[in-house]
């Protein structure tokens, strides 16, 4: 790998982004009970304050100090935070999942600095290196990381994952089972449930696929059309800040831990740096990758000591013993707080799950 200056804005993308900002329509919405997207006054905030209170420039520096390296042999490129430490430290692979990006991992780096860390953008994802396709399966992401982690001279790893991270590191430990030696999971991925469930489920397994069904029916349609309509979706997404700000913020806000305000968890500058990374990398469509090419598992049981650490108020959490199906767990952890952004929400818990990884590796 070499080091990569990371590519500043064009001054132009800026400059349209507040043109766009300032025309910005608000459009009437049907009132209902139950939720049906953004509150349209949290929306309102979140637009003027990017057209008048946010800077990008400032979070750019930032993102662009992080030691970003990337592949030069890879047949797919790929790019990453790497923050090592010394030579024999153990190396944990952090697998980002959607709708963030590396950012996810900004406060946990400092709480792991005797481990080197390695953080890469996947495919289609903000700050990634591009590929021919635009996007790629999780399956596709997880032998291109193996490729990038193997040119860096990373032989032997630990992988950490949340979300779609979550597919690409089960893949990763099945097809390159000999290049990880533990992995550390904040989900049980919804396909598992989803596409082909165990015909043998227990009431407590019948109760979370039940559950799981509830949620997809409810709140899962943005998977329905990510998967199906991409292209479509990528259009009005990709043309409209506020449209883009409408569906990242929604996710942000009723998939994290908060007490039903969105600044519970995130400031409205760090929404913004979330939102504003998609757009500046034009990246929102091809984020639909994993979602859109799918692909199924064709592997068995992930025979790789596994811990499982359970927030609370992330979106479905499994029962151990749907785990155990598919993964070797060797410890089981459930947190009484923290949402689907675990790691950015509560670094300190996430950073424990990290280390019992650690400890668990299987040394060959």
């Given amino acids: 790998m070499r080091r990569h200056d990371l590519i500043r804005t064009d001054q132009a993308v800026l400059d349209d982004l507040r043109e766009r900002l300032r025309t910005y329509r608000s459009v009437p919405a049907i009132q ?23 800077d990008w420039r400032v979070q750019e520096e930032r993102i662009a100090s992080y030691p970003w390296w990337e592949t030069e042999l890879t047949a797919v490129p790929l790019r990453a935070v790497v923050c090592p430490a010394s030579p024999t430290a153990p190396v944990v692979l952090l697998l980002h999942g959607w709708p963030d990006s590396v950012l996810r991992f900004e406060r946990l780096f400092p709480l792991l600095p005797d481990i080197t860390l390695v953080a ?24 291109a990381v193996a490729d990038a982690m193997e040119e860096s001279g990373f032989s032997r790893y630990v992988v950490s994952a949340g979300d779609v991270g979550c597919d690409v590191a089960e893949a990763l430990a099945a097809h390159h089972p000999g290049a990880v030696s533990a992995l550390h999971l904040t989900d049980v991925s919804q396909y598992h449930f989803l596409h082909d469930p165990p015909g043998d489920l227990d009431a407590a397994e019948q109760e979370y696929a039940a559950r799981g069904a509830r949620w997809q029916a409810a709140e899962g349609g943005y998977m329905h059309e990510q998967s199906t309509r991409p292209g479509t979706l990528a259009v009005g997404l990709g043309d409209s800040p506020a449209g883009l700000a409408a569906w990242i913020v929604e996710k942000m806000l009723r998939w994290s831990d908060g007490d039903g305000s969105l600044t519970d968890v995130f400031t409205l500058d760090e929404v913004l740096t979330w939102v504003s990374a998609y ?13 859109a090419a799918g692909g199924g598992r064709d592997w068995a049981r992930v025979e790789v000591p596994t811990v499982v650490t359970m927030f609370a108020k992330d979106l479905v959490n499994a029962p151990r013993q749907f785990a155990d199906r598919f993964f070797d767990v060797v410890t089981w952890r459930e947190f009484e707080h923290g949402g689907h952004f675990a790691a950015w929400e509560r670094p300190v818990d996430y950073a424990w799950g990290v280390r019992a990884a650690v400890d668990a590796r299987r040394r060959e």
Wanted: aromatic letters at 12%.
């Fill in 32 to 54: 209902l009970e139950k939720p049906s997207g953004v509150p349209s006054a949290l929306l309102a905030a979140v637009v003027e304050h990017w057209r008048d209170g946010f």
């Fill in 120 to 143: 890469p953008a996947l495919p289609g994802f903000p700050f990634a290196a591009p590929v021919g396709q635009g996007g790629l399966s999780a399956a596709a992401m997880a032998d």
């Fill in 279 to 291: 757009w500046v990398t034009a990246s929102i469509g091809t984020s639909f990758a994993p979602y």
